[in-house]
C-alpha cells in the first residue's frame, strides 16, 4: 500500500474505503473488478493502483480497517474496562451503529470477507480474525465481575453464545439487503433484555 493514500483528505479517503466495502459485499472476491471500485470512489482505475499495488492488498487493507476501527470505536464509548457486561454491550451497539452511519456496508463487507473461499485471501482473513476475536472477547472479559451472573455460568461460553447470535442477526439482516439502524436498535434492545433475564443473577 502507498503511503500516499495516507496523505489523501480524510472525506477522500472514507469515499476510496466505503467504494471496496460496497463492491466486495456486493460480489465474490473473484468478481469484484478494481475499476468498478475506483469507479465507485469517482477516481481513476490508475490512481487506486497507485494507492494500492493489486486487489488483495485492498482487500485486506480492508478488513484490518473494520478490525481497528471497531476497537478505536469501542474504546471510544468506553466499552472495555466494564464490570457489567451488558452495560459493555450496550456502549458497544452504540459505537457500531455509529460506524454503519460512517461506512455503510462495512458491516456487510466482514460477513462476506468470514466466509470468503478464494484460496489467495481466506487463510489471511481466517488468522486475522482469531487474533482480533480473541483481542475483543480478553478486554471484554478481564474486568467483568462473576458476581453478576448466575452461580456455576460459563462466562466464555456465555459470551461466545451471545457474540454468534449478534452476527447471525448481522448475517440475516444482510442476506435480506435491509440493514435499518433505527431497527437494528430496536432488535439489539430486545436481545439485551432476553439475555439479561437468563444469564443475571437474580436479586
Known sequence: MN????SLPAEKRQAILNAGYRVFSQNSYKNSPMSEIAGAAGISKSLL??????KKELYLFLWDNCAETTIEFLSRYGCYGQTDLFESMERGMRAKMEIIR???????FVIKAF??????ICAAIQESYHKYFNLKADRTRLNLDPAQF??????????REMYWAAEGYLWEMVQRGDVNIDQMEKDFGKLMAFWKSVYLRKE
Open 102 to 108: 460512517l461506512y455503510p456496508d462495512m458491516g456487510s
Open 3 to 6: 503511503e500516499r493514500f495516507f
Open 115 to 120: 466466509y470468503e473461499k478464494d484460496a489467495e
Open 49 to 54: 493502483f497507485h494507492y494500492f499495488r493489486n
Open 150 to 159: 448466575l452461580p456455576g455460568l460459563d462466562v466464555a461460553m456465555m459470551y
